[in-house]
């Protein structure tokens, strides 16, 4: 079964008045924060030329499009044309937009009206530890971090989109993001007493799985 809820970024990686452009199952999302730290997903697609909401800018509670400054609020609906300034704007003029939340360091989206309590078993907050970008599917992402186990921890729970680990009296969630058939980010976070040393452990862990895994592609190839 297909988890509703994806994550698709660290929480402490999109920064108030900040956006940034991501893939899930292959198209293209917007992931923004506003001036007052609400999280906001969207498609990543200005409906007046198709150009990308990652590239524009977040003023207060609106962002805005590159192209032509077309601003939108945080409803996905167009407030403001500058080259119509007294336009009152069609409410036909919308960006898609999806359910969003944060649970254990993690931003996660969903469609509209999905129920956030799937998310309730995760810690409410958590420390970021690194985002890890592999060129393979999500399931097969899991996988192999099944079989290269950070020294001293084991799998305490899995779903169709996490792996929960347990040791060194800390819990580490990793949460897969589809990005498309082939590609996949997992978002790594830890809760507990989790050091600066531990953290440091666990992103040095991270960076050689990728490592390895790419290493095995190219022999492979």
Same mark, same amino acid.
């Given at each position: 079964?297909? *988890? =509703?809820?994806?994550p698709?970024?660290?929480?402490?990686? @999109?920064?108030?008045? %900040?956006? &940034?452009? $991501?893939l899930?199952? #292959?198209?293209?999302?917007v992931?923004?924060?506003?001036?007052?730290?609400?999280?906001?997903?969207?498609?990543?697609?200005?409906?007046?030329r198709?150009?990308?909401?990652?590239?524009?800018?977040?003023?207060?509670?609106?962002?805005?499009?590159?192209?032509?400054?077309?601003?939108?609020?945080?409803?996905?609906?167009?407030?403001?044309? *500058? =080259?119509?300034?007294?336009?009152?704007v069609?409410?036909? @003029?919308?960006?898609? %937009?999806? &359910?969003? $939340?944060?649970?254990? #360091?993690?931003?996660?989206?969903?469609?509209e009206?999905?129920d956030?309590?799937?998310?309730?078993?995760?810690?409410?907050?958590?420390?970021?530890?690194?985002?890890?970008?592999?060129?393979?599917?999500?399931?097969a992402a899991?996988?192999?971090?099944?079989?290269?186990?950070?020294?001293?921890?084991?799998?305490?729970?899995?779903?169709?989109?996490?792996?929960?680990?347990?040791?060194?009296?800390?819990?580490?969630?990793?949460?897969?993001?589809?990005?498309?058939?082939?590609?996949?980010?997992l978002?790594?976070?830890?809760?507990?007493?989790?050091?600066?040393?531990?953290?440091?452990t666990?992103?040095?862990?991270?960076?050689?799985?990728?490592?390895?895994?790419?290493?095995?592609?190219?022999?492979?190839?």
């Amino acid at each position: 079964m297909t *988890p =509703a809820w994806i994550p698709v970024a660290l929480s402490a990686d @999109i920064e108030a008045g %900040t956006s &940034a452009g $991501t893939l899930v199952n #292959g198209e293209e999302r917007v992931v923004w924060r506003d001036d007052k730290g609400a999280i906001h997903v969207w498609e990543d697609r200005c409906p007046h030329r198709g150009m990308r909401m990652s590239f524009g800018f977040v003023r207060g509670d609106h962002i805005a499009c590159l192209y032509h400054g077309w601003r939108y609020d945080t409803g996905g609906q167009c407030r403001y044309i *500058p =080259a119509h300034p007294d336009l009152e704007v069609p409410q036909t @003029i919308k960006v898609p %937009t999806f &359910a969003a $939340t944060e649970r254990a #360091g993690i931003i996660w989206m969903a469609p509209e009206g999905a129920d956030a309590a799937e998310l309730s078993a995760l810690p409410e907050t958590a420390e970021p530890v690194r985002s890890l970008f592999l060129d393979m599917p999500a399931e097969a992402a899991l996988s192999a971090v099944k079989t290269a186990l950070p020294e001293g921890y084991g799998v305490s729970a899995t779903t169709a989109a996490t792996l929960t680990l347990q040791g060194n009296d800390v819990t580490v969630l990793i949460a897969a993001q589809p990005r498309d058939a082939g590609r996949t980010a997992l978002h790594i976070t830890v809760v507990g007493n989790a050091s600066a040393a531990i953290r440091r452990t666990l992103a040095l862990w991270a960076i050689d799985l990728r490592n390895r895994l790419e290493a095995h592609t190219t022999e492979a190839a």
